[in-house]
């Protein structure tokens, strides 16, 4: 891997050496001298962002004094995203592990210490965040948003002006912006199929409906097996999503529903073999790591004693689903000298997880039972009620019938209920007025309004066989003591209730100077108050059966009826600051500086548990992050470069880990960072283009002797895709479309503390797109091709790696995709 960055960053740089000349050389040649642009490069140089910008119009993408990445509609799917996390791997400088279906990735950005989900990235619909804290626990933004073929196209940002407008993410904020109708009326309707039983078909109409009417619909089915056969249905749901324009006298204004009822099954780690320091992984002996899981038919229907006669029934086909609402509008007007702009939405949707979350490593039926014997030996309580009689032997059966041979590999799994139900509302106004001399102001406001309400039974471990679609087993001890029943071995160690409410105002003004034609200057500040509160369930313990014996129920926690009320109001304020110089005028420079900040968010009230705590800044601090940047930009018929330099500083944030064993450690850290993110494209000839894109990045924490000088986790050094795309005419608007993705990660830590290792993986993806005129598409798409065992997640139940059997989860293993897309 070392051996790779030297000449990587040497050919990076020798690019943009090579393109500051020849835009040069451009701009002192009065004569033109490159073709006329095809109709893709011409869209491309022509792109204009709305996201990051004042004016709801938008600025020229080559003429962004920040760094955003653009995805058309083809671009998506030629990318052939798993999730919508996934589509994060087109974007520079952002690693997003999606290996776990369609909910509950993490998705880290360069330079800001995260340790799992998605806080410093925010997920937007229309240029309004969706919800707007980016995570809670058992939820990440990008969970409440499916991709289908009602999105034109999407936003990133990363920095930048973010920090002042929306919800003021100073990470990455992902802008979805979806189709409107056209006065030239617009349909499809596209089937595909593919691995794990596949079957989905996507539809979608926009038009005009009358004079300065537009309207547009349009949705998906889905339903399939996962590439991970549980043995059954992985994904199954359906969304709807529609839009009505009104053209205005210069302006518009635009509304959107979309309804989604969506089930996902949710993939955590599966055995593996960890050898030479975990810098070597292999298949664990009868489980294929590409294409298995723990999960089976035979624990798809859980049951959770959740406290003395009380038992609940659960489906792990449920998995981390999405059933939601989101409805909303954005108005844009020119009222004389006045630009008014405003979008709103509102949110309401049921976000319960259902799922398996692996704990200790796999180990043999007869060291279990040892460990078993010790336990239960170790606790007076349980010898006591076995009449004083110690156990020196246990029997293991299957729950279906059978021994359980000693040598069988086994592994604890925790079934988890998590019920979340979330509400919000967003507004941000924005007045934007020439003031003369080149500067345009714009003053504006944000308010927000979420709420959380959480019911939540964690731990609910079963004990299982170490293979693809697990079978559970049952434990005795031979002095009576029942260690696992109906493959139940563990309590409920954690059943909170609580019910949060936040809210947000903030204020912000804005200048952007247009000193000449070449040199434009924008700078910004913004204040913002949070208000938080919590009302969280006091927890007791109790033995759900009375039984002593029965060892898996005891100590099983739940509600004591009384409850333990927290808040908290918090203010910060943030700016951004930069410049762009046209060199010509498809290329410019930019500088940029900001300073944001994040603030804590309601499971950081559950996880301090006492007023006090809460109010202690040194325990609960506001996190600070500060930015700079310089970048170079061009497009032009032969090549195209985004690349930017940026260095982080990080102070302050919280971080949290729920162990196996149902503790939460806590720690406190900071962090800065240095690298360059890079898009680069070369088309040397007609229909062929040459795509790299990537970052390199040396990130560290800081500010805690625990994990001061340490890597920050999760993040590779490096990371890059190369993407070589090549189409071929074939007449009467015929063509066929050939592309690849040959794809790069470096080695990462998945803890602060540098001790568990993730080896670098590479991966290819290819696919061909055929054309049949205006009306016809096929397309064959396979991702992972090389069936790369590459990992994305330690074990996060525990604070360290090791060597033999572990838990962790990896890639998904070869896939394929095939779909017909009907235009009319």
């Not at 926690?557 to 304020?573: I, V």
């Amino acid at each position: 891997m070392k051996s790779q960055n030297p000449f990587l960053l040497s050919a990076v740089t020798a690019a943009v050496l090579t393109l500051v000349n020849q835009t040069a050389a451009q701009a002192q040649s009065a004569a033109p001298t490159e073709p006329v642009p095809s109709k893709e490069v011409a869209a491309e140089v022509q792109q204009v962002v709305v996201t990051g910008v004042a004016s709801a119009r938008g600025v020229r993408k080559v003429d962004s004094a920040f760094s955003i990445t653009t995805a058309t509609e083809e671009q998506l799917k030629q990318a052939s995203p798993s999730s919508t996390a996934d589509v994060m791997k087109l974007v520079p400088g952002v690693y997003a592990e999606s290996t776990g279906g369609q909910s509950g990735a993490n998705i880290e950005v360069r330079g800001f210490p995260s340790g799992s989900d998605s806080p410093f990235v925010s997920v937007q619909l229309m240029g309004n965040p969706i919800f707007p804290p980016p995570t809670l626990s058992f939820f990440e933004g990008s969970s409440a948003f499916r991709l289908d073929d009602t999105v034109e196209r999407v936003e990133v940002l990363r920095g930048g002006p973010s920090t002042i407008w929306s919800n003021a993410q100073p990470g990455a904020t992902m802008n979805f912006i979806l189709k409107e109708g056209t006065d030239t009326p617009e349909g499809s309707v596209r089937f595909t199929t593919g691995t794990g039983s596949l079957r989905r078909v996507d539809m979608y109409y926009g038009g005009k409906i009358s004079d300065g009417w537009y309207g547009s619909v349009g949705g998906f089915y889905r339903k399939t097996d996962g590439v991970r056969d549980a043995g059954f249905p992985a994904d199954d749901g359906h969304q709807l999503t529609a839009t009505l324009t009104r053209k205005l006298d210069d302006g518009k204004l635009t509304m959107y529903v979309r309804n989604t009822d969506d089930k996902n099954a949710f993939y955590t780690g599966v055995p593996l073999i960890s050898s030479n320091g975990g810098h070597t992984i292999s298949q664990f002996p009868g489980f294929n790591a590409l294409t298995g899981t723990l999960m089976s038919g035979e624990m798809r229907n859980f049951t959770i004693e959740a406290a003395p006669g009380k038992t609940l029934n659960r489906d792990l086909a449920d998995g981390r689903g999405l059933k939601a609402t989101v409805f909303g509008a954005d108005f844009d007007q020119k009222i004389g000298e006045w630009s008014v702009s405003n979008k709103f939405n509102r949110f309401d949707g049921d976000l319960n997880t259902n799922a398996m979350f692996t704990g200790n490593n796999p180990l043999s039926m007869n060291d279990y039972l040892n460990a078993a014997i010790a336990s239960a030996n170790g606790n007076a309580a349980t010898v006591a009620a076995a009449g004083g009689k110690l156990a020196t032997a246990g029997t293991a059966t299957y729950v279906h019938g059978g021994a359980v041979d000693g040598s069988q590999q086994v592994v604890q799994a925790g079934l988890w209920s998590v019920a979340k139900k979330l509400t919000s509302f967003t507004d941000e106004l924005r007045v934007s007025k020439d003031i003369g001399h080149g500067n345009t102001v714009t003053v504006g406001g944000y308010f927000a309004d979420y709420s959380s309400h959480d019911v939540w039974y964690l731990g609910n471990s079963h004990l299982m066989t170490a293979v693809p679609q697990a079978s559970l087993i049952n434990v005795t001890l031979n002095n009576g003591v029942v260690v696992s029943k109906n493959g139940t071995d563990g309590n409920v160690f954690y059943a909170p209730v609580a019910s949060y409410d936040g809210r947000n105002t903030a204020a912000f003004i804005s200048d952007e100077w247009k000193v000449n034609d070449r040199i434009k200057i924008d700078f910004g500040m913004r204040h913002e108050q949070q208000k938080i509160s919590g009302t969280i369930s006091n927890l007791t313990s109790a033995d759900t059966d009375n039984n002593p014996l029965t060892v898996y129920n005891n100590g099983t926690s739940m509600p004591d009826g009384s409850n333990t009320y927290l808040s908290r109001t918090d203010s910060a304020n943030s700016f951004t600051i930069g410049g762009n110089y046209k060199l010509a005028k498809d290329t410019a420079v930019f500088v940029r500086a900001n300073r944001g900040h994040t603030f804590i968010s309601f499971d950081d009230l559950r996880g301090a548990g006492t007023q006090a705590k809460v109010n202690d800044r040194g325990i609960l601090p506001t996190p600070k992050v500060s930015q700079y940047e310089i970048g170079f930009k061009t497009a032009t018929q032969m090549y195209s470069a985004y690349i930017n330099a940026f260095h982080t500083e990080f102070d302050g944030i919280a971080f949290s880990q729920v162990l196996a064993d149902g503790r939460e450690l806590h720690s406190i850290s900071g962090s800065k960072g240095n690298g360059v993110e890079f898009e680069l494209a070369v088309r040397p000839i007609e229909n062929l283009q040459l795509a790299l894109t990537g970052d390199y990045q040396k990130s560290e924490y800081r500010d805690n002797p625990d994990t001061a000088g340490k890597t920050v986790q999760r993040q590779p050094k490096l990371q890059f895709r190369f993407t070589p795309t090549y189409k071929i005419p074939f007449g009467d608007g015929n063509s066929a479309k050939l592309y690849a993705t040959y794809t790069s990660i470096g080695e990462r830590w998945a803890d602060q503390a540098n001790q568990q290792y993730l080896p670098s993986y590479r991966t290819i993806d290819a696919g061909v797109l055929f054309s049949l005129g205006d009306k016809i598409e096929v397309r064959l798409s396979g991702t992972n091709l090389n069936n790369e065992l590459g990992l994305t997640e330690g074990n996060s139940r525990l604070t360290a790696g090791g060597t033999g059997p572990i838990n962790a989860r990896p890639l998904f293993g070869r896939t394929w995709e095939a779909s017909v897309l009907y235009r009319f």
